[in-house]
């Protein structure tokens, strides 16, 4: 799990100051002369997002096949160097610490560091992890993506991370190798760690991300529970775009697709067109609802007619909607909602799934 750091406030680097704790050496087949830099505390990752502190930046420019970097001098660091569109190495610092970084390539992202145990651990996991994520989204570019490849390969990466964290129990890269988890790995992973594994800079990065995966197996506890069939819809009431309040309960006797949405969601918009198949084939039996989430009103409204959605459409406001994502249990978006006609979940679908038409024109049918 790689994050990235905040923005804001201009520095230059050069190749030979003499207070450099960072030297990045780049290979001289990387035509690429300069480098942007993101860095800050590691505290204040943590913050609340209206707390956090705006990002120091930097550039750095390779002279003489390298350059520098000024560490932070009171306190641990995030330093965060973009190489290329989707990756970047992540640097985490102590006061004090004197670190070597060896890029070797941009595409696929090389790279070794020494001058700091925590750093060679993560950089050699970062290298590893990277060449499976390459392998997976080479498969996800094939017209028909091999689920039992894919599976494989995702069960290579989290058994990576998981041999480590059991071979290197008191490494500082442990919290590293635990973010990289998900779920009951993740929560088994923390509860696991040793006190020298807990004296890690990154340590503090793990209690935030334990809350998150918390919250995420709730949430997906309570989707298992809505589509047993045996709970009833929450109800919710919001305005149409002509301000007529729509109810979920109008609609008691038909077959009901709720669809959680916004058009800032490309995925969203992407199943338009099998949606608008779905309700022609089978109206009138079936009614859908689109709701609108985290949107501004005149986008969605501007929605609406540039996509022509020829179903009931009502807005979720941004500030007094309630709390019908976590009656859903909606953890991403478009998730769509079967709801039959006694008024009871029989589905639930998170992201843009095909299998989702056929599961409707069954349930319908």
Known sequence: MKKRLYASAAAALVAGCALADITVNVNPQIDRKEFDIEYGYMADLVKPRQDRPEALRAKGTVTDGKFVIPTLTDGNAQYVIPVAERDYIAI?????????????????????????????DIARLDTESNKLLDEYQKQMATNAPDSAVMAGIRERYDNMFSDFIAANKDSEAVPYAILHLDGQKFLDAYGSMTPAAKQSPMAILLEPQKEYVEREMAAQRRMIELQSGTVDAPNFTFDDAAGKPVSLSDFKGKWVVIDFWGTWCPWCIKGFPSLKEAYAQLKPKLEIIGVACNDKRESWENGIKKYELPWVNVYNPEKGGGKILEDYAVQGFPTKVIVNPEGKIVNITVGENPAFFDILKELVK
């Open 92 to 120: 985490y610092t102590k006061p004090g610490d004197n670190i070597t970084v060896d890029l070797q390539s941009v595409a696929p992202l090389s790279y070794s560091i020494t001058g700091s145990k925590m750093m060679e």
